[in-house]
């Protein structure tokens, strides 16, 4: 994969300035308002292909975890989405819901474990002991963000189910890599497929870290990663991989797909929410929320620090905030 000079993603990102943000917003909310207008017909609200054929899920709620702010409505986050394989925009929804086949859903755990794994996600979460939901907020490095009502479980039950050997130092995890799926892997080949993300075993312990499989009382929609994905809800978002197939242990640290598209120099490998630290092109000082568009102010490790900045105590010399 060579990128010579300044390549098509960095002419797309550059346009997710807090400006462009706040226009695609305005047709969005638009675009939700008109649809419920419509929404008591049937009962569907905007998205009916978006909507279809989730399975409602078990859980138990964990009221550990409190919003400051609004949930995201629930037809806002399954609209307004950043899935590349699916097109470099965030009107990817349509598209995931007709070509994502989430289901039957392969998942290979490997690597240096004593019990390495494949099965089928839905034997994954039944091997699990139970869901969850917790309210998370996310925080795009593009400078918005949302809060979602997540169903799965802690990463830290992944790692237990296969009994990683001490030379483990990272979780690598892998998207899909399938074009029959997902027509902007074979439309976008200057993109370094499949999309890679990487977390310390320190991090993948963490109990912040957390497996996806549904949202909003349903399995996941396909725009937001179904049948599996991550979130990380103090990083920038592009360190929650979605709709994952492999999940490996390994000893050298992973590059990530932002990391590499980047060389370095946009995306590294810890981002961590950081609203003092400037993205390149942008302040990341403020968010702006997703159904509000409000301006509010960042937080350090998006307001989860007291959770995880001991994970990062005496690393200072390294790009955390990038
Ligand atoms: N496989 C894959 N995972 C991905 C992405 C992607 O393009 N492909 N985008 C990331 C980014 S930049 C963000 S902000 C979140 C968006 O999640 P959402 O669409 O559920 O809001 O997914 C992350 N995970
Ligand atoms: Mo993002």
Known sequence: MLIKSIPNWAIK?????????????????????????????????????????????????NDAFVLDRELTPEDVNIRYNNFYEFGSHKRISDNAERNLKPR??????????????????????????????????????????????????????LVDLVDPLGSAKYLRMETFNDGEMADGIGSQPWYPWPYVEGITMAEASNDLA??????????????????????????????SIKSIVKFS???????????????????GFWANVNPEVPHKRWSQANETVLHTQERVPTLLYNGYGEQVAHLYAGMEDQDLFV
């Open 13 to 61: 990102e550059g346009q997710e300035t807090p400006e462009a943000i706040y226009l695609n917003r305005r047709s969005l909310i638009k675009g939700f308002a008109g649809a419920l207008a419509v929404g008591s017909v049937g009962g569907n609200i905007g998205g009916a292909l978006a909507q279809a054929g989730r399975a409602p899920m078990d859980f138990t709620h």
């Open 104 to 157: 039957p859903w392969q998942i290979e755990i490997d690597g240096l474990v004593n019990k390495p794994l494949t099965l089928d996600v839905d034997e994954l979460i039944g091997r699990v002991g139970g869901l969850e939901e917790r309210l998370y907020r996310h925080r795009c490095v593009e400078a918005w963000s949302m809060t979602v009502p997540w169903i799965g479980f802690p990463v830290q039950k």
């Open 210 to 239: 957390f497996l996806v499989v549904g949202a909003y009382g349903k399995q996941v929609a396909n725009s937001m990663g179904a049948p599996i994905r991550l979130h990380l809800p103090w990083k920038y978002g592009f360190k």
């Open 249 to 267: 242990f390994v000893e050298e640290r992973p590059v990530s797909y932002w990391e590499e598209i980047s060389k370095g120099r946009e995306y």
